[in-house]
C-alpha cells in the first residue's frame, strides 16, 4: 500500500503508535520509553509538544526540525525502545507467562500520523491527547500522570477541572484512532 504523507515546512505532527497486538507493556516500562525518546531526539532534532501514554499506545504531537523526518523519528523510536525493551527481559528472570515479549514483535508495523493544518485543528488534538485518560482508564487528565496535561495547566493552557469525568458524555468529536 503507498501512503501519501503531507510534509508542510515548521508543521506539527500529531502520531498514533500502538503495540504489536495490544500488548500491554508501556507504563511499566517508561524509563525505556523516556529514554527512547530522549535518545531519538538526539539524532533528530524535534520537541515534543503534547503526548499521552496509556498500557498499549501512545498518542503525541511533535514538531520536527526537518518535517520529512517524522516517519524516520518513529522508527527511530520504536527501533531503541525494542532494543532496551528486549535487553531489559532477556535479563530478568521473570519473563515467563503473558508478559513475556522478550522474542516477540513489540510495535505494529505503521504508524498512524495527522499533520496539524491550523490552530483548530492543533486544539482538538490536544484535546484528544488530553482526554484519552477519560475515554481509556476513566481517569480525568489532572490526574493521569502520563500525559502533558498538567505542563498544560501549569502555563494557563486548560483549567485544572478541564474534562472531569461528569463531563466525559458531553465530549463527542474526539475520536481519532
Same mark, same amino acid.
Given at each position: 500500500m503507498n501512503y501519501k504523507r503531507l510534509f508542510i515546512p515548521n508543521a506539527l505532527v500529531f502520531l498514533t503508535i500502538v503495540t504489536n497486538n495490544r500488548i500491554s507493556i508501556l507504563l511499566n516500562n517508561l524509563d525505556i520509553l523516556q529514554e527512547s525518546f530522549f535518545n531519538t531526539m538526539k539524532i533528530y532534532k524535534y520537541n515534543l509538544i503534547a503526548y499521552?501514554?496509556?498500557t498499549d499506545?501512545?498518542?503525541?504531537?511533535?514538531?520536527?526540525?526537518?518535517?520529512?523526518?517524522?516517519?524516520?523519528?518513529?522508527?527511530? =523510536?520504536?527501533?531503541? =525502545?525494542?532494543?532496551?525493551?528486549?535487553?531489559?527481559?532477556? $535479563? $530478568?528472570?521473570?519473563?515467563?507467562g503473558r508478559?513475556?515479549?522478550?522474542d516477540k514483535?513489540? %510495535?505494529?508495523?505503521? =504508524? %498512524?500520523?495527522?499533520?496539524?493544518?491550523?490552530?483548530?485543528?492543533?486544539?482538538?488534538?490536544l484535546d484528544y491527547i488530553h482526554y484519552n485518560s477519560v475515554k481509556h482508564n476513566n481517569i480525568a487528565p489532572n490526574d493521569w500522570e502520563y500525559s502533558s496535561f498538567m505542563r498544560f495547566v501549569s502555563k494557563g493552557l486548560y483549567d485544572n477541572d478541564w474534562c472531569n469525568i461528569g463531563d466525559k458524555h458531553n465530549i463527542n468529536s474526539l475520536d481519532y484512532e
Open positions: 499521552t501514554i496509556q499506545h501512545l498518542h503525541c504531537i511533535i514538531k520536527p526540525k526537518e518535517i520529512t523526518d517524522y516517519s524516520k523519528i518513529v522508527k527511530s =523510536f520504536k527501533y531503541s =525502545f525494542t532494543k532496551k525493551y528486549k535487553m531489559k527481559n532477556n $535479563n $530478568n528472570q521473570n519473563t515467563v508478559h513475556y515479549y522478550a514483535k513489540i %510495535w505494529q508495523n505503521r =504508524f %498512524w500520523e495527522h499533520t496539524i493544518r491550523s490552530e483548530e485543528d492543533l486544539n482538538k488534538h
